[in-house]
């Protein structure tokens, strides 16, 4: 069955860095495009980040474009998010999340994993 590891949180300080990575297991990675998606306490998820089977096309919210990058190594089946700048509105559990099928829209998706937290406080 799909299988989707994050991890790479943490406790970080405004305008620092984390590296967030997703393991995806149980279905074939390179067909699907990825998503990463968060949830801040008492708020309701949002998608923050996509990105194509091959990696050419990416999508970012407004709130993080320019801080963070998606990308994806499909030879490895993972996931990664690279966040940059953070702000303390960046606090969240982030979850990677996998394409409804293997046409990618940006933000459609079924299947996500339990997540990684992210904390930016100083």
């Known amino acids: 069955q799909v299988q989707l590891v994050e991890s790479g949180g943490g406790l970080v300080q405004p305008g620092e860095s984390l590296r967030l990575s997703c393991a995806a297991s149980?279905?074939?990675?390179?067909?699907?495009?990825m998503h990463w998606v968060r949830q801040a306490p008492g708020k309701e998820l949002e998608c923050v980040s996509a990105?194509?089977?091959?990696?050419?096309?990416?999508y970012y919210a407004n709130s993080v474009k320019g801080r963070f990058t998606i990308s994806r190594d499909n030879a490895k089946n993972t996931l990664y998010l690279q966040l940059s700048g953070l702000k303390t509105e960046d606090t969240a559990a982030y979850y990677c999340?996998?394409?409804?099928?293997?046409?990618?829209?940006?933000?459609?998706?079924?299947?996500r994993g339990q997540g990684t937290q992210v904390t930016v406080s100083s």
């Open positions: 999340a996998k394409s409804l099928n293997t046409v990618y829209v940006p933000c459609v998706y079924n299947s």
């Open positions: 149980g279905f074939t990675f390179s067909d699907y495009g």
């Open positions: 990105i194509s089977r091959g990696g050419e096309f990416t």
